[in-house]
């Protein structure tokens, strides 16, 4: 019997979400692979493990100093390997409502901080949304100079409907530097979030 390929994803230095969207491309791109992440933090011990569990791995963690190695194989978590597990999901038609440029409430600085983690994980997430709607001082994430426009770019390539609200842009002047999607009114945006299931944020 063949021995399996074998790869190391090490992500020592740095801080979730990167050590598992690396995992996840790692095992996207070698379904069959026994994959050994190594991280050098708990939050990312924890994250990576949940991950390998979620897409049907069986896990083993080994401690060395500080340094977290683990060695994920497909099919060892009863559920017949990776790939299998976590093949994208029709969750319906769900449409995104963004209401602000920052997660949460509390702390705005930490809000924007979140909010640029969202858009990395939104587009390597498996199961997208139909539509994300921008309201409010949402809207300034679509424009040109946007830190988000990239990632939200990416979204739009790949089929996700991107709509900003015409009297939000007009109200801070940014109508000339949508950068990604179409603009919309507020009818639509009703008939949206009326008729899908919505998520707000």
């Known amino acids: 019997m063949s021995k399996k390929n074998e790869l190391t994803v090490d992500v020592r230095g740095s801080l979730c979400p990167k050590p598992v969207i ?101 587009v390597e997430a498996d199961v997208k949304p139909s539509k994300i709607c921008f309201i409010n001082s949402g809207v300034k994430m679509v424009t040109n100079d946007s830190v988000h426009l990239e990632n939200i770019k990416k979204l739009a390539d790949a089929g996700v409907e991107i709509a900003a609200c015409g009297i939000c842009l007009d109200y801070f002047g940014i109508k000339d530097q949508l950068g990604v999607g179409s603009i919309t009114n507020m009818y639509a945006i009703t008939d949206s979030i009326l008729g899908d299931n919505i998520v707000k944020l």
């Open 22 to 122: 690396e995992t996840k491309k790692v095992s996207d791109a070698n379904p069959d692979a026994v994959i050994t992440t190594v991280v050098d933090n708990e939050v990312s011990r924890d994250n990576v493990e949940k991950f390998g569990k979620s897409r049907g791995y069986g896990v083993v963690i080994r401690q060395d100093g500080k340094d977290f190695y683990l060695t994920m194989t497909p099919g060892e978590n009863g559920t017949g390997g990776g790939q299998t597990v976590c093949a994208p999901m029709n969750y319906g038609n769900r449409v995104i409502l963004m209401t602000k440029d920052y997660l949460g409430e509390g702390s705005e600085e930490l809000g924007r901080n979140l909010m640029k983690t969202f858009w990395v994980c939104m």
